[in-house]
């Protein structure tokens, strides 16, 4: 289902508080699976440790519709996992232009490194994608020129060291909010969790 400024032809979800929650997660699960969609590639912001935002285009690895989680990994030494140990609040920005359809999520982070939920992520990856927790310096260290690092072949052995480095983020969903845009009139519409609650609500665009 895609977005349309047609109005003989909007989608089901236009009128509807469900359907658009329901697209909603069609559409992140949607970019867990498909590297081709927009969805794949939302953006994190964390409070800073010196209190300003910090954003990053991060690529989802998981989504779990019944708790309300999603999941995405990183280097264990970069400055965002010492930014959520010390505030796990954080927020996901997803867009897809030809679509017209923002969402932007707030919930609370939790970093696994030793624990079952990184090792189940860390056997799931690709190992292009553990190469990645083997470079040396760790990232945002300063070097002397742009090539300045070490990174390690794509193999088993070589990659396995990397473990170390590797730190899977799950984010527990607080609220989701929703922004259609169509000729027709566009749609936002807020949904909260409290308590286990649902609370859903149109918003003026």
């Known amino acids: 289902m895609s977005g349309t400024d047609d109005p003989a032809r909007l989608p089901s979800f236009y009128e509807d ?3 658009t929650l329901a697209e909603s997660w069609r559409r ?6 498909d590297r081709r969609s927009p969805f794949h590639h939302p953006t994190l912001a964390t409070l800073g440790l010196d209190g300003r935002p910090r954003l990053r285009t991060l690529i989802l690895r998981g989504c779990d519709v019944q708790e309300r989680s999603l999941r ?6 970069s400055d965002k996992v010492e930014e959520i140990g010390r505030d796990p609040r954080v927020g996901l920005h997803f867009y897809d232009p030809t679509a017209k359809i ?3 999520i707030a919930g609370s982070a939790t970093l696994h490194t030793g624990d079952p939920i990184a ?3 860390w056997a799931g990856s690709r190992l292009m994608s553990r190469q990645c927790y083997g470079i040396v310096p760790g990232p945002g260290t300063p070097v002397g020129s742009g090539g300045d690092f070490i990174l390690p072949p794509v193999s088993e052995t070589e990659t396995a060291a990397g473990r170390a480095n590797f730190c ?14 169509a000729v027709a009139g566009h749609r936002r519409a807020l ?3 409290n308590d286990e609650r649902l609370l859903s609500k149109w918003l003026a665009p």
């Open 102 to 104: 923002q969402l932007r």
């Open 28 to 33: 992140i699960a949607r970019g867990v699976a």
């Open 168 to 181: 899977a983020i799950t984010i527990r969903i607080e609220s989701l909010e929703w922004l259609y845009l």
């Open 17 to 19: 508080l469900d359907d």
């Open 191 to 193: 949904f909260r969790w």
């Open 72 to 77: 995405l990994h990183t280097d264990a030494r």
């Open 119 to 121: 090792d189940a992520a």
